[in-house]
């Protein structure tokens, strides 16, 4: 039935109103097209406010104390209010036949029984549902109680009430016993269930449908057995010969005082009225007496027929299926309706009356019984049917196994009678199609309308492939000349398999350019078929530079073994593994370097992978690198350690050094790291530097030692680290003090006193040149300083033997000379 959306308000719990949207049904002869599109554009101008409230009211009422019918507690439930129904519902007659107020037992029995239902109505005003219309699920307890309020509650309601109490309650009045069967209201949960049970295909169909029809015919003689019994009690006990069951004598076994005699007994008696009345067979032995039962027997005799003949018809159901012609002639009834309604010219009638009825000669449709089944199950089926068709196109000479595959599995099979018409020249075409059987013909129709046959389609022959590739016209008209079957493939799902296979993609262009080598519009067209290989190798590159830098292992190896290049860079120059290697995806790097990526490939920038995990500290993808032959040779190595002193990087500025990158690297200033630290003051940095073996003595362009930019910020401690630093590199490395002074001359200070002396004797000293010579330099102080010492000595009090020791800018002493040292 037509519907259309309306816009209602309710707030059951809620301060703020919220909006929902309920489904108004429509006349049927109130709607039209012009309607539907109305009402569509309706649903299409909702605003988002009114979409907002919705989706907050759905979420409130999700939060409250809502069961959903998927519930596992609430299907055991249901399981055990069923096996209630089936008792509630075969009891009821029964108690209303045979019973005239319960026994203790029993009582109880059904005041629990009642208490159960009780609680069931309780559940339902909880119990999500879904929209017969719209099929959502709905969860507003406002709604969910209006539905259970409008349609059983009443019912449920009346039949939970102890009607056996409320009977011996009212003095043992007749009517209200009547009431008992609302409680037969029960049996829609048992028809319920077996409705399920017929969905449910772990059981036999068949079995399923039959012991729903046993239950139905014992159920209707159940009842018309307990109401046979029920007419014989209503009349006086004097008049108990004049009933059905009073005035029956079999054989020796007389009913005239039936109430005296075994409920089971009586119970069976009745039930064996019921049921040769229902079959009609009449043996006669028992039979209607007065007019109330005369009156009952022709109403349950009347309704016996509409069951018999419904049981009947669905066991003949079972057991006959509708035939193929019967469906071939309902089908072809519609058919002439649509063809007469719309006014269709012959040729097309005819071909739509071939068409149809091909698809019963030749079982067309039996492809179709699958359309239900699981995907998997589907493409295994057409990979056994069409898979040895496929491989021998020679369109696909040369594909993977798996580029074959997700073609199959994607085919459609069609039939077609001899003289229709596939594809006409200049159409666009959105279809490729593949010769299973049969024979076509490929034909180029001139300006002036005369044909001509340029090629026959056989067996593993296909076409459409040039117009779908190239995205051009068809070239030329395909007309079946003989019965065939044909195997079809849309462009969409074809284009989307060659994108994911690019190499297999590369491999039907160039199949297709060599198996129409001889016609001139294809060699033509070689310009855009390379084309879309450029745009589909840059499209494919970006993809794997895409998962690399995402860490999508699964699609990158789906990528890289439909393949793609593993060592494909981007605008930038950087391949997949520098994107991994910048992100630390371990298993990524792991994977591309197993593919043969290139591990030491340089980016426009000269960074290399490990350049790119070292800087991020990604130090267990850095030793990964190494383990596989990387190695970590920086262009500009001075420039990189200098920006990294500059930035205060100095997890980046440990990981370089300890992979072996020279700490005494300059830059285009001819400066060293530790120029840069002992400029900055950075004594922590410039101390990792002297710890890996970087120079004090390294001169930048203008002359400048790292002491000297030291001496220059005036950072005391760097002094004292850079003094330090200076003479334990002498120590070590002697000759560097040589190559020193034969290139540089060496200034020092000299003072006349001793480093150790008193404050008050100390005098100001004087710069000098360093001579080739302690005695020189000895000599040189005395005359200027008009001192009369012999000895040179550090600031230590250390004496010094040789002017090699003294480094340039030293501080030296030239004690007076006394009695005590030996020396005039």
Same mark, same amino acid.
């Given at each position: ?197 017929? @969905? ?64 089971? @007994? ?70 002439? @309706? ?58 696909? @000479? ?264 020279? +700490? ?8 060293? +790291? ?33 002491? =000297? ?14 003094? =330090? ?26 003072? +006349? ?67 005590? =040292?030996?020396?005039?």
């Amino acid at each position: 039935m037509p519907s259309r959306i309306v816009e209602s308000r309710d707030s059951p719990e809620r301060e703020e109103e919220e909006e929902e949207f309920e489904i108004e049904d429509l006349p049927e002869n109130g709607s039209s097209m012009g309607s539907r599109f109305a009402l569509l554009g309706r649903q299409l101008r909702m605003r988002t406010a009114s979409r907002d409230r919705l989706v907050n009211g759905f979420k409130g009422c999700f939060g409250r104390f809502i069961i959903t019918p998927d519930n596992r507690f609430y299907r055991l439930w249901t399981h055990l209010i069923l096996l209630w129904a089936v008792y509630s519902s075969f009891f009821t007659p029964l108690e209303f036949g045979f019973f005239r107020g319960l026994p203790q037992k029993l009582l109880l029995l059904d005041i629990a029984g009642q208490f159960a239902f009780f609680v069931d109505i309780f559940i339902h005003f909880f119990l999500a549902f879904r929209d017969a219309q719209t099929y959502r699920m709905v969860y507003s307890p406002r709604r969910i109680a209006l539905r259970y309020l409008k349609s059983g509650f009443l019912m449920d309601l009346l039949a939970c009430l102890p009607w056996d109490i409320i009977y011996k309650a009212s003095g043992r009045k007749e009517e209200v016993r009547y009431f008992l069967w609302i409680r037969l209201c029960r049996v829609r949960k048992i028809t319920k269930f077996l409705q399920t049970l017929e @969905k449910d295909i772990r059981v036999n169909y068949l079995f399923t449908r039959i012991i729903k029809l046993i239950a139905v015919e014992l159920y209707c003689t159940h009842t018309a057995a307990c109401i046979f019994y029920y007419l014989a009690t209503t009349l006086p006990s004097s008049m108990e010969g004049y009933t059905w069951i009073g005035s029956l004598q079999l054989g020796e076994n007389s009913y005239k005082n039936f109430r005296e005699i075994d409920l089971l @007994k009586r119970y069976l008696t009745s039930l064996y009225f019921a049921i040769i009345t229902m079959a009609t067979v009449g043996y006669g032995d028992i039979h209607a007496v007065n007019i109330r039962e005369m009156v009952f027997v022709m109403i349950f005799v009347s309704f016996d027929m509409i069951l018999g003949a419904y049981l009947i018809g669905n066991m003949t159901a079972l057991i006959v299926k509708g035939s193929n012609t019967e469906r071939y002639r309902d089908k072809m009834t519609e058919l002439i @309706k649509y063809m007469n309604r719309n006014k269709l010219v012959k040729d097309i009638r005819n071909q739509i009356k071939g068409h149809v009825r091909l698809q019963y000669d030749i079982s067309y449709t039996d492809t179709n019984v699958l359309q239900d089944m699981p995907i998997s199950i589907r493409a295994k089926v057409s990979q056994s049917l069409y898979r040895p068709y496929i491989e021998k196109v020679p369109l696909f @000479k040369g594909c993977s196994s798996e580029f074959i595959n997700q073609i199959v599995v994607r085919l459609q099979e069609e039939f077609f009678l001899p003289g229709e018409i596939i594809m006409e020249q200049g159409n666009a075409v959105d279809q490729l199609y593949f010769v299973s059987h049969g024979v076509l013909d490929g034909v180029a129709i001139a300006e002036d309308g005369s044909e001509e046959t340029i090629l026959q389609l056989e067996a593993d022959c296909s076409f459409g492939e040039i117009a779908v590739l190239c995205n051009i016209p068809q070239p030329y008209t395909v007309r079946v000349s003989e019965l065939s079957r044909l195997l079809r493939l849309d462009k969409q799902s074809f284009t989307n398999i060659m994108q994911i296979y690019f190499f297999d993609g590369r491999a039907v262009f160039k199949n297709l350019l060599e198996g129409n080598e001889s016609t001139l519009q294809i060699k033509q067209l070689e310009s855009d078929v390379s084309f879309h290989i450029g745009k589909q190798e840059a499209e494919l590159a970006l993809k794997v530079n895409n998962a690399a830098f995402h860490g999508d292992l699964h699609h990158l190896k789906g990528l890289i073994r439909a393949g793609a290049d593993p060592n494909k860079s981007d605008y930038d120059g950087r391949s997949p593994l520098h994107h991994a290697a910048s992100k630390g995806y371990e298993d990524v790097c792991q994977f591309l370097i197993q593919e043969g990526a290139e591990i030491d490939r340089r980016d426009k920038f000269g960074n290399t992978p490990m350049l790119e995990a070292i800087r991020n500290g990604h130090d267990r993808v850095a030793a990964l690198m190494v383990k596989n032959g990387a190695s970590l040779s920086l262009e500009n190595a001075g420039s990189h350690l200098c920006q990294a002193v500059a930035n205060g990087d100095v997890d980046f500025l440990k990981r370089v050094l300890s992979n072996g990158v020279d +700490p005494n690297s300059r830059d285009y200033d001819h400066r060293t +790291p530790l120029h840069l630290a002992a400029a900055e003051g950075l004594h922590v940095i410039a101390r990792i530097l002297l710890e890996s073996g970087a120079s004090v003595f390294t001169e930048d362009r203008w002359g400048n030692t790292p002491l =000297d930019e030291a001496r220059k910020c005036g950072s005391k401690v760097m002094i004292k680290l850079l003094d =330090d630093a200076k003479f334990s590199e002498l120590t070590e490395f002697p000759e560097r003090l040589k190559e020193i002074h034969k290139t540089h001359p060496v200034r020092c200070t000299v003072f +006349p006193f001793h480093p150790w002396g008193p404050r008050e004797g100390r005098r100001e000293g004087i710069v000098m040149w360093v001579p080739r010579s302690i005695e020189e330099l000895v000599k040189a102080a005395q005359e200027k300083l008009g001192c009369s010492g012999w000895r040179i000595l550090s600031e230590d009090g250390g004496r010094i033997p040789d002017v090699e020791m003294i480094s340039d800018g030293q501080k030296l002493y030239l004690p007076a000379a006394t009695s005590s =040292d030996g020396h005039p």
